[in-house]
């Protein structure tokens, strides 16, 4: 083994690449910063899913409801439940293509 000094110095840590390291950082901040999702509420699709939800439900439960109770109050029974429950469908559906062949921002709201 030697006690001679190898016949090269190490490198010292030279500034520009400090330099460029922080400008990376910055830069990946920024990005990310740029990149987050700044929505803090329901977006619009989900809206429209639970509209669409909502009109089916609404629809058949509110038609078999009254197709029962025409039932009860004209001794008629499946049949005013059924012709309900089909009124009831085809209300909702009525809605549901309504919804879906409006524009965004045209559903009369404002």
Do not use: H, Q
């Amino acid at each position: 083994m030697s006690d001679e000094k190898p016949a090269r110095e190490p490198i010292a840590e030279d500034a520009r690449i400090d330099a460029l390291e922080a400008r990376l950082k910055a830069a990946r901040e920024r990005e990310e910063e740029r990149n987050r999702p700044t929505v803090k509420g329901a977006d619009a699709n989900y809206r429209s899913g639970n509209r669409v939800l909502a009109d089916l439900l609404g629809g058949i439960l509110g038609g078999s409801v009254m197709g029962w109770l025409f039932d009860w109050v004209f001794g008629t029974l499946p049949w005013g439940l059924l012709v309900g429950l089909f009124f009831g469908i085809g209300v909702a559906f009525r809605n549901i293509i309504r919804a879906a062949n409006t524009r965004p921002g045209d559903d009369g709201s404002c």
